[in-house]
């Protein structure tokens, strides 16, 4: 028996070891087949991307990463580049007003706006207050730009229960970090603390943390008003909010400097791409992702460990970065007209909103056409600069919108439709009307429960009360606005139902394309 045992473990060595010599023997023919039917094997990279052996074409290739990285960093800053000529303009409009003798901001900006401190808008917007952002004409605004290198920012938010309210809170590159009011919090009063990525402090028992990315950035303040009439009344709430450092919440005697916002610097050679690196030194990305990118970015003399030095660039490079911020306005003069996706009826529709990630691109979109998005939970803005067929919209037309009794918009907060003249603002029209939306008085339903609204620049022969004006013989823009959206608008599958097409009705001149 032991010697069979031996003998079988002697046959089945012999017996792998056969198998072994076939299947590389099998593997050596085949090679050889391959080889000889193809003449050679060569597994080296393609000729055109082995080490150039033409200047020429060198030149080209530098040229070309200075334009394709200076792309990507010019999308990648544009936000924080809107938000300082923003955060300096509102200063200056401020201070226009006031030296006007106009009330339509607050005692606070009268010295000229600063950080942390509070300016409120005291007035609905109107098309001769060119903020440039697409401001709704539901709220009135507020708004604070913080500064948290030093300490929190404390801001206190008193009872409101009666009206719609939030606070968006917004990082520098204007992405949103946290929301505080009547969806987000439940519209509870108290204090809460800015608090800054640098800062490891303790709060006082009872104060709310609100972590933010960057020590600048800013809030604002929307609160919902109720015709011309209730002005005054949400002026007295806006003074309810108010800001203070933490060590003066705490009661400590503070010796504050004052800090106005700084002028963009715009002269000298490639200024924006200095900015953005001068914002960036200020304000590092704090994760792992918005660090990465950086690590391209240093081909082009961007870093976030050194200065930018155009002086020290490959003029190839730096004709490249020059190129790549003229494309770059192209890509996003497009951009502007395409959020998310097309719906069918040719809406832009959004289920993301401002928080936005590492989508750069969608960031530097909003920040021109919005400043500020909201995170679709807040509020739904769907818009669209075309009519159903997709044609552009244009004043020498007159359109419709109806919405069926079944879809009309689902909303805990309200609705509204607005018209936009290419810059952003408002339209100015003799009725004095720039939206419309379920609070505009004597709105008029069809029989069957549906609602048609009259988009034109003339009064429509169907009276005034479902009329939302639009410029006469221009490109325009419509948002649709659904604060506190119930979850039909959420959902992509249903959300067809509650954006109908704009139609474009008979009689109607040619749209401009």
Known sequence: MLKFKRWSRH???????????????????SLQRYTSENEVVDLSPDKSLRAST???????????????????????GLPSLRFEEFRYGLNRMAD??????????????????????IVHVRMLSTPSLK??????????????????????????VPDIQDRYYSVQVVDG???????????????????????GPDWQGELPKGMTRIDVPTNEGFFALRILVDGAEDTGT?????????????????????????EEFPQPVTSGELPDFARIVDFAHRNPPQDAAGKAIWDSFKHIGLSLEQEFDPASLDPAIKRGMKRAIAATKDLIAWKVKYRGHKSQSMWNVDLVGGRYGQDYLARAEGAIQGLVVHSAAEGMYFHTYHDGAGETLNGSNNYTLTFSADHLPPVNAFWSLTGYTDDYNLVENDFRRYSIGDR????TYNADGSLTLYIQSAEPKQGTSNWLPIPEGEMFRLNLRMYMPKPGVLDEASIEHYVPPVIRTEGALASTP
């Not at 046959?11 to 023919?29: D, F, M, P, S, Y």
């Not at 903020?131 to 206190?156: A, R, W």
């Open 440 to 443: 505009t008085q004597g709105l």
């Open 234 to 258: 949400v002026m007295a709430l806006q003074d309810q909010f108010y800001v203070k450092p933490l060590s003066a919440e705490e009661g400590q005697k503070v010796v504050t400097t004052r």
């Open 131 to 156: 903020l440039g952002i697409t401001p709704n004409n539901d709220t009135m605004y507020s708004s604070c730009f913080y500064q948290l290198k030093d300490e929190p920012l404390v801001l206190t």
């Open 11 to 29: 046959l089945l060595v012999i017996a792998v070891g056969a198998a072994v010599h076939t299947g590389v023997h099998a593997e050596r023919n």
């Open 96 to 117: 226009a007003y006031a030296k006007r003798g106009m009330n339509s901001f607050s005692e606070s900006s009268l010295d000229g706006a600063q950080f942390n401190e």
């Open 54 to 76: 033409d200047p020429r074409r060198d030149e080209r290739a530098k040229e070309e990463l200075g334009y394709s990285l200076g792309m990507q960093a010019y999308t990648y």
């Open 173 to 195: 590159n204007l992405s949103n970090a946290a929301y505080i009011g009547t969806r987000a919090t439940h519209a509870r009063p108290g204090k809460y603390a800015l608090v």
